[in-house]
């Protein structure tokens, strides 16, 4: 009985190691700059984890056997602190990360004396430990409200605003996910008809700190709110839509819904002006 107790013991043991995700960001001697080639495995990483129902992320900086007990701990919570701002720069949702803590030294394990240097470049790190929901919790769906097309074929006043509910952004990208593209095709042929509508074009990002903008994974430039309202500006104009009678610009996150963080990768139409077109 006892070891029947132990083995089922071990395979939830096994089980549980199963669905922990992990990834380690490896350093510089001294630094706590993500290094180029380490920035490119941690976005590679935060794609495949951007489709998890997570529970939660600790991030653990570390630092070689050099250095003093103080030193150290600075340096391992400034490589900590420097991953959690990759996350926030990239549209990653903050409130999961319960965690980011500088561990201070990695005590060296000799093997060989030879592998020393890179036995401590291994230690020079900051792990990454993903927990997600398992299974995946049941998505409440959010009540239904008015269809933009319906409502903006209706009457109109300068200062109305709609929020285009079904046009999701790929995360920390600027182009829409698949099923955006026909509700933006229908929104297109609207706006085409409706010739007196005169509109400015408002993109949002979510999950960054301080109100700023985040990085658009394709440019590496801080312009993401500017480059969804200008994805859908160049849409909209292609589809035939005048742009003497539209604007764009990024809102940055300056006005977060409180919800989902996928809901604030938004755009918005606000209706600048209703009147007949000049001849």
Same mark, same amino acid.
């Given at each position: ?17 199963? /669905?922990?995700?992990?990834?380690? %960001? ?21 794609? *495949? ?18 250095? &003093?007990?103080?030193?150290?701990? @600075?340096? &391992? =919570?400034?490589?900590? $602190?420097?991953? !959690?701002?990759?996350? &926030? ?9 319960? $965690? ?5 030294? %990695?005590?060296?394990?000799? @093997? ?12 020079? /790190?900051? =792990? ?11 998505? %409440?769906?959010?009540?239904?409200? =008015? ?9 109109? /006043? ?7 509910? $079904?046009?999701?952004? *790929?995360?920390?990208? &600027? ?5 955006? @593209? ?6 297109? !042929? ?29 440019? !590496?430039?801080?312009?993401?709110? @500017? ?11 292609? /589809? ?6 539209? *604007? ?32």
């Amino acid at each position: 009985m006892k070891k029947l107790i132990v083995l089922l013991f071990l395979i939830s043991q096994f089980v549980c190691a199963q /669905k922990e995700l992990t990834h380690e %960001v490896y350093f510089e001697t001294d630094k706590y700059d993500v290094p180029e080639t380490e920035h490119s495995r941690l976005l590679m990483f935060l794609s *495949k984890i951007e489709g998890l129902d997570i529970e939660k992320i600790s991030i653990y900086g570390f630092c070689d056997d050099r250095g &003093s007990d103080d030193y150290n701990l @600075v340096l &391992s =919570q400034q490589r900590a $602190n420097s991953i !959690k701002e990759i996350f &926030s720069n990239n549209e990653f949702d903050e409130s999961v990360i319960t $965690n980011v803590d500088g561990k201070g030294e %990695v005590l060296l394990k000799l @093997v060989k004396e030879e592998d020393i240097n890179k036995i401590r470049g291994l230690n020079r /790190k900051v =792990q990454i430990i993903v927990h997600p929901y398992d299974p995946p919790r049941v998505v %409440v769906e959010e009540p239904k409200k =008015q269809d933009v097309k319906d409502a903006l074929k209706g009457e109109l /006043k300068a200062g109305d605003k709609f929020t285009l509910d $079904n046009i999701l952004f *790929k995360t920390g990208y &600027s182009y829409l996910l698949p099923e955006s @593209v026909k509700t933006l095709e229908d929104i297109a !042929k609207v706006l085409v008809e409706r010739d007196d509508i005169y509109f400015t074009i408002q993109g949002h990002v979510c999950c960054t700190q301080n109100s700023r903008d985040a990085i658009d994974r394709r440019t !590496k430039k801080r312009n993401l709110s @500017v480059a969804r309202a200008k994805y859908i500006y160049d849409y909209l104009a292609k /589809k035939g839509v005048d742009k003497r009678r539209m *604007k764009y610009v990024g809102m940055r996150r300056k006005f977060p819904l409180g919800g989902e963080p996928k809901y604030d990768r938004r755009v918005e139409i606000l209706v600048t002006y209703v009147g007949g077109q000049d001849n």
